[in-house]
T-cell receptor, first 114, second 112 residues
Framework: DAGVTQSPTHLIKTRGQQVTLRCSPI?????VSWYQQVLGQGPQFIFQ???????GRGNFPDRFSARQFPNYSSELNVNALLLGDSALYLC?????????????FGEGSRLTVL | DQQVKQNSPSLSVQEGRISILNCDYT??????FLWYKKYPAEGPTFLIS?????DKNEDGRFTVFLNKSAKHLSLHIVPSQPGDSAVYFC???????????FGTGTSLTVIP
C-alpha cells in the first residue's frame, strides 16, 4: 500500500509569492494534519482536517490555509511568503479524527523562500 | 512556548550498548506520548507509544518509560545498532486536543 505522498518535494519561491502544497493520505485514512518543521526544531502543528472539516488549527497566521477534498487528499496554501516560512512541510494522515493512534507522515515538501 | 523538551540535541553510543533518550513535558493534560524516528530526507516514522495509564511499554529492542509525577519519559534502545542512527522526536497529545506537540529532537549516532 502506498504511504502518505506529498508534492512537490522541493520548491523555491520568492518573498510575497504564494505556494500550494499537496498531500494524499494513506488509503482509508480520513484525517490529514499539516506540520511545519523549521531546521533544528520539531514539527509544529498547523492544521488538522477530518472528513473535509477543519478540526484544529495551530498558532499560525491567516496567510496559512488548507482544505480537504472528498477523496481525503489535502492542500496547504501559504500566501504572501516570508523568509521565515522556509521549512519542511509535513503532511500526516491517521485513521481517526480524534488522533488516538499514531500519525503516518509523508516525506515532506521542502520550501525555500528567497 | 515549548511544551515538550528534549534537552540533549545529540547522543553517541557504541553498537551493542544501551541508548537512552530523554524527554520532558510541562502540560499535565498530556496523556498520550509517542516516539518518532526520522532519517534524512524522509518523514518521521512511528516507533513506539505509551498511554498515561501505563508507566512502561516495550516493543522488541525499544522500551518507553513514563514518569508522570516528574513529567518525564525516556526511550531505551537495547542493544543499539548502527541502523538506529537517526533523529528521535518525542511527541505528546493532550486529552483535550487534536494536535501533537513535538520536542526538538535528539540525533542518535550508533558507532559500529
Amino acid at each position: 500500500d502506498a504511504g502518505v505522498t506529498q508534492s512537490p518535494t522541493h520548491l523555491i519561491k520568492t518573498r510575497g509569492q504564494q505556494v500550494t502544497l499537496r498531500c494524499s493520505p494513506i488509503s482509508g485514512h480520513k484525517s490529514v494534519s499539516w506540520y511545519q518543521q523549521v531546521l533544528g526544531q520539531g514539527p509544529q502543528f498547523i492544521f488538522q482536517y477530518y472528513e473535509k472539516e477543519e478540526r484544529g488549527r495551530g498558532n499560525f497566521p491567516d496567510r496559512f490555509s488548507a482544505r480537504q477534498f472528498p477523496n481525503y487528499s489535502s492542500e496547504l496554501n501559504v500566501n504572501a511568503l516570508l523568509l521565515g516560512d522556509s521549512a519542511l512541510y509535513l503532511c500526516a494522515s491517521s485513521s481517526s479524527g480524534g488522533i488516538t493512534g499514531e500519525l503516518f507522515f509523508g516525506e515532506g515538501s521542502r520550501l525555500t523562500v528567497l | 512556548d515549548q511544551q515538550v523538551k528534549q534537552n540533549s540535541p545529540s547522543l553517541s553510543v557504541q553498537e551493542g550498548r544501551i541508548s537512552i533518550l530523554n524527554c520532558d513535558y510541562t502540560n499535565s493534560m498530556f496523556d498520550y506520548f509517542l516516539w518518532y524516528k526520522k532519517y534524512p530526507a524522509e518523514g518521521p516514522t512511528f516507533l513506539i507509544s505509551i498511554s498515561s495509564i501505563k508507566d512502561k511499554n516495550e516493543d522488541g529492542r525499544f522500551t518507553v518509560f513514563l514518569n508522570k509525577s516528574a513529567k518525564h519519559l525516556s526511550l531505551h534502545i537495547v542493544p543499539s545498532q548502527p541502523g538506529d542512527s537517526a533523529v528521535y522526536f518525542c511527541a505528546a497529545l493532550s486529552n483535550t486536543g487534536n494536535q501533537f506537540y513535538f520536542g526538538t529532537g535528539t540525533s542518535l549516532t550508533v558507532i559500529p
